[in-house]
């Protein structure tokens, strides 16, 4: 063979070569090297232009490396951040072996099945100190059906962390519009709404709206962000918008911070609660903006030592303890404060609600100096709450003591007080002082004020005036057994 000959030859098996190693697990180890390379050069032109916070807590912004800049006219805009002589050097890159194959950064979801991130691999330090992350920008939830394959409860959650700290300007958007489109218009998503009468009886629900891929979502709803039995948390800062379901949930947790957050949603979004809390204690919520289709701030059985103070609330239901009972279950709450709330165009201002045939008690409970400005219901005690077509009645109830209300003033546009407490187990210690509700004629038809079993005292005139509370205590009350105790 001449040399002209061997040449070419040898040209054509290199090029064979290369196609096969490129398309081959033996040369994965050459592209991850490289993909390691450029994710290091990242990585520190990421922290160059990072801001840097330090305290005892562990910090994680919502973000990415590079986001785009918000779309929505309320997001905030991205900070520009000074670089920071002290910002952390990019962690060492070691380089893989020849042949071991280097796992790429995973997709955001993979058709239903749940993705791991390991934060360690975009540059967290978790060490207390550090803040894991250093640019604000926006979490999307993707909108095709199979990302979610048969639907999940939350979307992102925490679970048994100390000292997590949230914060930062970043925006968690959970497109929630199309699950939304699903919920049955021929059931009430409140039961409350059964004393809401139109004037004209002509309103009508929305038009369902279409996901991407014109498929159905999951029946399964999730919540965008969740915290799971977690010791002092701390979220602030962020914007959570359009979740699917609840926006800011906390269960079985202990020292809980928010603050200056923003929860964003349709007020006939169903289900969308702000915030819920859930079997947690020593709660502090204040100084943020709640709008939803549905409460505000929802307290669920388990929950004891809550403050909540300095929120505008709007859309939504209102601020609600319950509700509590379902399913002749147990509840217990007490020790709740809620001063110093703005409330506008809501359903309810502040609402206790129980279920027939429940257990256990609400006590030690006040509302103090709430503002409602065309609120339909500002005042609600519902014992006999039933968010089906029918309920049946039954004697057991949570019992409901202590319940004081301070300075409630504004307008409404149903009825402004509405106390239906338990036949078995009346309401008792019921005080309300400077209450002034002036009604609204808009498309409802106005109601007086509405009381049943409710017992207590009048501490001075109220406007209008509340002439069904009864005065002192039932004189046939059932004494609480240990079953009902908390």
């Known amino acids: 063979m001449s040399g002209m000959s061997i040449r070419g030859f040898t040209c054509m098996l290199l090029i064979a070569y290369l196609i096969w190693c490129s398309n081959f697990e033996s040369c994965i180890a050459v592209r991850s090297k490289h993909w390691m390379h450029s994710r290091s050069t990242s990585l520190s032109e990421f922290k160059k232009k990072g801001k840097s916070y330090s305290n005892s807590h562990n910090h994680h912004g919502i973000g990415g490396s590079k986001p785009k800049p918000p779309t929505h006219k309320n997001t905030p805009t991205l900070p520009k951040a000074p670089p920071h002589k002290n910002t952390p050097s990019s962690p060492p890159i070691h380089k893989p072996k020849v042949g071991t194959p280097s796992t790429p950064p995973p997709k955001a979801y993979n058709r239903g099945k749940s993705t791991i991130f390991n934060v360690l691999h975009f540059g967290a330090k978790g060490d207390g100190n550090t803040d894991d992350t250093k640019l604000d920008g926006t979490i999307i939830a993707p909108t095709n059906s199979n990302a979610w394959g048969g639907g999940l409860l939350q979307w992102l959650e925490f679970t048994k962390l100390v000292g997590i700290t949230i914060q930062g300007n970043g925006v968690i958007d959970g497109r929630g519009s199309v699950w939304w489109q699903d919920q049955p218009f021929d059931e009430p998503i409140d039961d409350e709404e059964k004393l809401i009468v139109p004037l004209n009886h002509t309103e009508k629900p929305p038009l369902p709206i279409q996901s991407e891929m014109g498929r159905k979502m999951p029946s399964i709803k999730p919540t965008a962000l969740r915290f799971y039995g977690s010791f002092n948390t701390t979220v602030t800062g962020i914007t959570i918008q359009n979740s699917p379901q609840c926006h800011l949930k906390f269960d079985n947790c ?134 089906k077509r029918t309920c049946k009645n039954q004697s057991s109830a949570v019992s409901l003591e202590g319940i004081n209300y301070e300075r409630i003033r504004g307008t409404y546009t149903v009825k402004p007080v509405h106390f239906a407490c338990s036949d078995f187990l009346p309401c008792v210690d019921v005080s309300l002082t400077s209450v002034e509700l002036k009604p609204v004629q808009e498309q409802y038809h106005l109601y007086d004020p509405f009381c049943w079993q409710t017992y207590g005292e009048l501490r001075t005139p109220t406007v209008p005036p509340i002439g069904c509370l009864q005065i002192g205590k039932p004189s046939s009350n059932r004494v609480q057994t240990d079953h009902d105790s908390c």
């Open 254 to 387: 202990n020292g809980v911070l928010v603050h200056n957050v923003s929860v964003s949603s349709p007020g006939d979004s169903p289900n969308t609660d702000g915030i819920h809390l859930q079997n947690s204690k020593n709660v502090v919520i204040h100084s943020s903006k709640l709008a939803c289709g549905d409460d505000c701030i929802s307290i669920q059985t388990g929950c004891s030592n809550v403050y909540v103070y300095d929120i505008n609330c709007g859309p939504g239901h209102g601020i609600s303890i319950g509700s509590l009972g379902k399913d002749n279950t147990r509840a217990c709450v007490s020790n709740i404060t809620v001063r110093d709330v703005k409330m506008h165009n809501t359903m309810n201002g502040v609402r206790i609600k129980t279920w027939q045939g429940g257990s256990g008690s609400v006590q030690g409970i006040v509302f103090s100096n709430i503002q409602v400005s065309e609120v339909k219901l500002p005042i609600v005690i519902d014992q006999f709450y039933c968010d």
